[in-house]
């Protein structure tokens, strides 16, 4: 079955539909923390689909909602109103912070990203994008202009208006410094980017609290406060891009962004926000929601099925305490990397919050001690495979490993990850 299914997708998928792993992994079934391929063998998942399966596999509660909603009312459009779309909006204007009020669906993070910049520029009725590098934000014409990310990039960038910050890569300063002496020059130097690149006023700064594609680049405690100062100043709203970091994944509170203190204008969600289930969410002020008199629709966006999923994904997450299951197995997790890159040199860094944790691999015997070393990983990745431990990669180089379980994660599935982690780098 497996050869079939392998044989159907290299002739029939675009070759651009990448794929992990040597021998391609078939998946047939998956239940709480586990996945099983077509040869019967059992993985403990600690990727979760790409940060999305936030409550497991084939949730109970998420599936039956699914199932009710399916048996009542399918689809519609946006152009009629539908319950379970307006309860959801009720809900994100409870569950992110500040002004928040207003809500757009759509089917992905990558339209959530692309209706933000509209927005952005509309309530403003200024251009400039001021985004991050290593940054990624989906893969249409413009949301590819915001990635930074060469490998992710087929055609030169044609969208003018979206100007490339350094980012908070502590690890590896673009600037040559070291935090915290740097006075987080990385931040500061958005006002010159400004100043030269743009007409003085721009639309938003766009930004993930976490780069999820970029290697889980975690910012200093004080980096947001300092650069939104900054962009505030010339004019800019602040896009807080959560597809990754929402729903409660990096600890104790839903958004990410709540960590650092600060107030998002507009606020992107999808992956995690429904368990699998296609959504996409922007969510922002009445001041910029208000700001669009003309007409929209979204044929998929709000769909009954896909929102009553994440009404039902939010309230697990709620009524099991999930975020603080990711904060307390979260540091369980780091505690157990930290001690990995206390043995094995060519592990140069561990970073990330909550059950969002990253690995960046390395060669110690490069002239600087730190060079990206991605042939290693893809060994682990082929290791971890054969001991049946599911886990993602990414960064501009390819060198970091992403541990991301469901948020149902238990103590002894970290511990039995951890272990298998130990032995892929032992075996070199």
Excluded at 40 to 55: H, W
Excluded at 123 to 147: K, P, V, W
Excluded at 262 to 291: E, Y
Aim: net charge negative; charged share 20%.
């Amino acid at each position: 079955m497996s050869e079939q299914i392998e044989s159907l997708q290299k002739e029939y998928l675009f070759p651009c539909v990448a794929t992990y792993y040597d021998r391609p992994l078939t998946l047939v079934r998956g239940k709480g923390m586990y996945l099983t391929d077509s040869q019967g063998t059992e993985y403990l998942d600690f990727f979760g689909g790409i940060l999305t399966v936030s409550v497991g596999h084939c949730n109970d509660a998420v599936n039956q909602a699914v199932i009710e909603q399916n048996h009542t009312l399918q689809h519609a459009s946006t152009l009629y109103i539908n319950e379970p779309q307006a309860r959801l909006a009720m809900k994100m204007a409870e569950v992110t912070p500040g002004d928040l009020s207003k809500s757009f669906f759509t089917s992905s993070g990558t339209e959530a990203n692309e209706t933000a910049i509209l927005f952005a520029r509309i309530a403003t009725g200024r251009s400039d994008i001021i985004a991050l590098r290593h940054a990624y934000s989906g893969r249409s014409e413009l949301a590819l202009g915001i990635t930074a990310h060469a490998s992710w990039r087929p055609m030169p960038s044609s969208i003018p208006y979206v100007k490339h910050a350094h980012n908070p890569y502590c690890y590896r300063c673009s600037l040559g410094l070291t935090y915290p002496g740097c006075d987080l020059r990385c931040a500061r130097d958005i006002e010159e980017l400004i100043q030269t690149t743009t007409s003085g006023q721009i639309a938003a700064f766009m930004a993930e609290p976490i780069q999820g594609v970029g290697g889980f680049i975690t910012p200093p405690k004080e980096y947001f406060q300092e650069v939104l100062s900054i962009a505030k100043n010339y004019g800019g709203l602040f896009i807080c891009d959560e597809v990754q970091t929402g729903c409660g994944r990096t600890g104790k509170m839903f958004c990410g962004i709540e960590h650092w203190d600060v107030q998002p204008d507009i606020m992107t969600f999808a992956k995690g926000l429904a368990n699998g289930l296609p959504i996409g969410a922007t969510v922002a002020t009445p001041a910029v929601a208000d700001s669009y008199t003309g007409l929209s629709i979204s044929t998929f966006g709000g769909n009954p099925v896909s929102t009553r999923g994440a009404l039902a994904t939010i309230e697990f997450i709620e009524s099991n305490r999930l975020a603080d299951n990711a904060d307390v197995l979260g540091a369980r997790l780091r505690q157990g990397l930290e001690a990995l890159k206390a043995t094995y040199p060519s592990i140069g860094d561990v970073r990330g919050m909550g059950l969002m944790q990253a690995i960046e691999v390395i060669d110690p015997s490069s002239p600087d001690g730190k060079a990206p070393d991605p042939k290693r990983v893809l060994r682990v990745f082929e290791e971890t495979r054969r001991m049946g431990l599911l886990i993602g990669k990414g960064g501009l180089y390819g060198n970091v490993i992403r541990l991301t379980p469901p948020m149902i994660v238990s103590a002894d599935e970290i511990d039995e990850a951890l272990g298998v982690l130990d032995k892929a780098f032992a075996a070199g």
